[in-house]
């Protein structure tokens, strides 16, 4: 059974930091493309980075410089490190993993609010 949780979500001051991780279960990991994606109420799912099988990663423009994400293939992990967020950055936060097959997480709320 393929599973992807995510985790680390939370209330955060303008600002401030945060680590979202994704878990993966039930798929060869290393062979997955993965991503970050984030849906704001009344918006598109929208991408917010990838990192390639090999660790090339990809972002957004609007997270550029500001979010960093990283894989762990022995932990079967994604990580999303999240700095000076901004409360557009207010969304529920998707993992996807993709081999020609696509799977999604649950998603984790992160909202950016004083």
């Known amino acids: 059974q393929v599973q992807l949780v995510e985790s680390g979500g939370g209330l955060v001051q303008p600002g401030g930091s945060l680590r979202l991780s994704c878990a993966a279960s039930?798929?060869?990991?290393?062979?997955?493309?993965m991503g970050w994606y984030r849906q704001a109420p009344g918006k598109q799912r929208e991408l917010v980075a990838d990192i390639t099988r090999d660790g090339t990663a990809n972002y957004a423009d609007s997270v550029r410089g500001r979010f960093t994400i990283s894989r762990d293939n022995v932990k079967k992990m994604m990580y999303l490190e999240m700095s000076t967020l901004k409360s557009e950055d207010t969304a529920v936060y998707y993992c996807?993993?993709?081999?020609?097959?696509?799977?999604w997480g649950q998603g984790t709320q992160v909202t950016v609010s004083s």
């Open positions: 996807k993993a993709v081999a020609g097959v696509t799977y």
């Open positions: 039930g798929i060869t990991f290393s062979i997955y493309n």
